[in-house]
């Protein structure tokens, strides 16, 4: 249900190929906004287009390279805010992070003393951007989703996954193994 009178998606550089098939299954043309970097390396968000009331998705993983995707991803959630003291600003309705792979995930509770919880940290830092919601998959651990002053909702994967291979080989098929790494 959009919260504003229409629905945009945009993508930073992480996952466009994602946000294109996301929008292809919407019926909706992908947000225009440009992506760049300046020399240094700073990233640079440019928004082309009004968003203002419109319900406003970002589909931008923490994947490699972790820290670039992440600033971007704050960036764009900036960009989208609407501030009290800049009335020129884009004002949209709210702001959903799409974040498919959620990078620190695994850095959730103190291994040893004086270490970060990195996943809190990046949670807030999502919070105080100014997304109003988060969507990701497969957190490294549901606890995660309490790191957050937003709603957060978690999609599992191993459901489409279970139903692809029951397809392919049967319900039945003892022949089949599952193997994860993690």
Known sequence: ISHGKEIKVFTGN???????????????N?????????????CSIS?????????????QSTCKPVNDNLMELLVMIDAMRE??????????????????????ARQDRKAKSRDPISAKLVANLITAAGADRVLTMDLHAAQIQGFFDIPVDNLFGAPLFAKHYIDIYGRE????????PD
């Open 83 to 104: 501030h009290q003291q800049a009335e020129h600003r884009a004002s949209a309705g709210r702001i959903t992070a799409v974040v498919p792979f959620f990078g620190y």
């Open 14 to 28: 992480s996952n466009p190929k994602l946000a294109n098939q996301i929008c292809n299954q919407l019926f909706k």
């Open 47 to 59: 928004v082309h287009e009004p968003v203002r009331g419109a319900d406003v998705f970002i589909v």
């Open 30 to 42: 992908l947000g225009d906004c440009t992506c760049a970097h300046f020399a240094d390396g700073e």
């Open 173 to 180: 098929n003892d022949d089949i193994m599952v193997v994860s």
